[in-house]
């Protein structure tokens, strides 16, 4: 009797498989086989026991920021990070941007700074902050902080 060649692993990384089979070349004395070969044929091994590699994976991208000028020409930006999968074990790194930026209040400012048709006022943060709410006489609920800045006028 003799063992054969172990096949091919069952995997190429992390924890695999691999067998072997012994075969009969003849019979025992008398023509019968002896209890230990009947026994065991078929011999497993534990193969290929590393860490398999892990190519980096983008996440979604985070909304769009708000933009950084109220007039003239911002920007706003949204960001991803390389973490769905994290990179691993000699894996690649994400490909691709991790900013996008796109233009924002392209309107060009009055010379107050505010865009046209607003104006600068003390507490431009209470409610109602948008036009057709000032439009219709809408009134807001809430306690916010007074922040100067543009909106549109009353009435």
């Known amino acids: 009797m003799e063992w054969g060649e172990w096949a091919a692993c069952s995997r190429s990384c992390g924890v ?4 072997r089979l012994r075969t009969f070349l003849t019979p025992g004395v008398n023509g019968s086989w002896c209890d ?15 860490a398999c590699r892990v190519d980096g994976g983008w996440s979604r991208w ?4 708000r933009c950084d000028k109220r007039c003239g020409g911002g920007r706003s930006i949204r960001t991803r990070s390389c ?3 994290p990179p691993k074990n000699g894996g690649r790194k994400c490909e691709g941007e ?5 233009p924002c209040n392209t309107k060009p400012c009055d010379e107050k700074g505010c865009p046209a048709g607003q104006e600068v ?5 209470e409610c109602p902050q948008r036009c ?9 609920q809430g306690n916010t902080e007074c922040q100067p800045g543009c909106r549109c006028p009353k009435g």
């Open 16 to 19: 695999g498989q691999q067998q």
């Open 36 to 50: 230990d070969i009947l026994g065991g044929n078929l011999e497993n091994r534990f193969c290929n026991i590393k």
């Open 62 to 65: 985070s909304p769009w920021s």
């Open 83 to 85: 973490f769905s999968p």
């Open 98 to 102: 991790k900013n996008q930026v796109k």
């Open 121 to 125: 006022v003390p507490c431009a943060n």
């Open 132 to 140: 057709s709410d000032l439009q219709q006489g809408i009134q807001c």
